[in-house]
């Protein structure tokens, strides 16, 4: 089936850092997402993506979906402590439609030192 | 209600016994999804909800798996004769439709310990 390969899986930077992160797929994905998973909760999402070379920010946020479409990058700029978590990327199967349900990543885990 | 609520939000249970656990989605949502969040890696689709009805269950890991949804609304996940390796959280979501590129509204999930 379909994979998400997400990159790092672990980033440990300081607090006011710009942080980087992607998303690869060996198949096409018509829509990436963007979550982010505090501890004990679930995720929430970050970023929606719907046209190969988007580029969509919200706040301090930036994500591209590629042109390609096999691939999506998020970037927080000026990271702060409450940016801690795991992110992950998300797309829906190429069927489209809701059966399949979301295909997710292993995530990226952010943890930010003081 | 205003989010997604899962019950319980810890259960620890001994090896063999079954368990249910309880989603109740967002009001007006018809699609409801169950994921399973295993340590250290991505979500694991289960199964979907469209209204009452569950269009594809293979994505259940085994027999002992089963879902309901009943009146469009609450759904619960029940696991029969628990193992170990069913060790996870697991998180229900809903969405407006089945149309899963608008993203969903996921629960806090329920830490399922098995021991």
């Known amino acids: 089936g379909q994979q998400l390969n997400q990159s790092p899986q672990s980033m440990f930077i300081q607090e006011g850092e710009d942080v980087s992160m992607n998303c690869t797929s060996s198949?096409?994905?018509?829509?990436w997402l963007w979550y982010k998973q505090d501890p004990g909760e679930g995720p929430v999402l970050l970023i929606a993506?719907?046209?190969?070379?988007e580029l969509t920010s919200n706040g301090r946020l930036t994500a591209q979906f590629g042109i390609t479409r096999k691939d999506s990058f998020l970037n927080i700029s000026a990271s702060i402590p409450s940016d801690v978590g795991i992110y992950f990327c998300?797309?829906?199967?190429?069927?489209?439609?809701?059966?399949?349900?979301?295909?997710f990543g292993k995530g990226t885990h952010l943890i930010i030192q003081p | 209600g205003a989010g997604v609520s899962q019950s319980p939000s810890n259960k620890v249970t001994e090896k063999g016994k079954d368990v249910e656990l309880r989603c109740d989605p967002i009001?007006?949502?018809?699609?409801l999804y169950w994921y399973r969040q295993s340590l250290g890696q991505g979500l694991e689709f289960l199964i979907y909800?469209?209204?009452?009805?569950?269009?594809?269950k293979s994505g259940l890991p085994s027999d002992r798996f089963s879902a309901e949804r009943t009146g469009g609304s609450v759904s619960t996940l029940t696991i029969q004769r628990t193992q170990q390796e069913d060790s996870a959280v697991y998180l229900c979501?809903?969405?407006?439709?089945?149309?899963?590129?608008?993203?969903?509204?996921f629960g806090s999930g329920t830490r399922l310990t098995v021991v």
């Open positions: 979501a809903s969405s407006l439709n089945v149309l899963a590129s608008l993203g969903y509204t």
């Open positions: 198949s096409i994905f018509n829509t």
């Open positions: 993506l719907y046209k190969a070379g």
């Open positions: 998300a797309g829906p199967p190429s069927s489209g439609g809701g059966a399949d349900g979301l295909t």
């Open positions: 009001s007006g949502h018809t699609a």
């Open positions: 909800f469209q209204g009452n009805s569950a269009p594809d």
